[in-house]
């Protein structure tokens, strides 16, 4: 299965975005051990795991390109693709309920959330090992196609949370009297309403070299503003800040 100059392409993006999601994610988790505040690790977290429904398929480019082969398995991609998504489900979920909500109801949505995604994992695996094919098809190196309805309903679910509790959390941050709360809160305003688009264009209209460029162009200025609207660098703070007085 050669690549073609679109696979290419397409890998390339896929790389970056996840090359650029995981390095934020990482510096989020990493100023945790500097401030001791759990909400980085959560954060973090959820930076890189909601990305991970690229990971299969990039990191099968990579193999593809460097072994002249048709990349990873279908079941490898499809395990690396999904298994680490409801993971950032679940830390956003406990991030937003922890910053937002009263304690009772956190905690009746946090093991709302977990339960879906145990159940989750059980029919997923299960689909997975019984027939890969009723889970997806592999198109080429860097492309697959969904054939589960259960998938899709599991993604549009995921996409449905994550922009409801996220423009809920921005309206609310954007209440804040700090200024740089106010900022924060718009600028995730636009993360989680972006992430969403990108994600919903890239995974299920037909690509040219074109749309793929704005697809991912999408997807990658959403996880820039994702690591703005939690931790706002103070060259940018000071920029903003500054042009709001004036």
């Not at 073609?4 to 988790?29: K, M, W």
């Not at 937003?96 to 009772?104: C, H, M, V, W």
């Not at 899709?152 to 209440?175: C, D, H, P, Q, R």
Request: glycine fraction near 6%.
């Amino acid at each position: 299965m050669s690549l073609s100059p679109l696979d290419i392409l397409n890998g390339t993006l896929g790389v970056s975005f996840c090359t650029l999601s995981i390095a934020l994610g990482l510096s989020l988790l990493i100023k945790y051990f500097q401030n001791k505040n759990k909400n980085f690790i959560l954060t973090g977290l959820t930076l890189i795991f909601m990305t991970s429904g690229w990971f299969g398929t990039s990191l099968s480019f990579v193999v593809a390109i460097f072994f002249q082969n048709d990349g990873l398995p279908l079941v490898a991609i499809m395990l690396l693709n999904f298994l680490p998504l409801p993971i950032s489900l679940i830390s956003w979920v406990i991030f937003f309920t922890d910053i937002i909500l009263l304690k009772y109801r956190g905690k009746l949505i946090i093991g709302t959330t977990i339960a879906f995604t145990a159940f989750f994992y059980i029919a997923f695996l299960t689909m997975l090992f019984i027939d890969v094919s009723l889970v997806s098809e592999k198109i080429s190196p860097v492309d697959t196609k969904g054939n589960s309805w259960f998938l899709n309903s599991f993604i549009f679910i995921y996409v449905a949370i994550l922009i409801i509790t996220g423009v809920k959390f921005a309206w609310e941050t954007m209440k804040f009297e700090d200024p740089e709360m106010k900022i924060k809160g718009k600028i995730l305003m636009g993360a989680f309403p972006l992430f969403a688009i990108g994600g919903i264009l890239d995974s299920s209209l037909p690509s040219n070299e074109i749309t793929l460029i704005i697809f991912r162009g999408i997807l990658i200025t959403s996880v820039i503003l994702f690591y703005f609207g939690f931790f706002l660098p103070n060259w940018l703070k000071n920029q903003l800040i500054e042009k709001k007085v004036e």
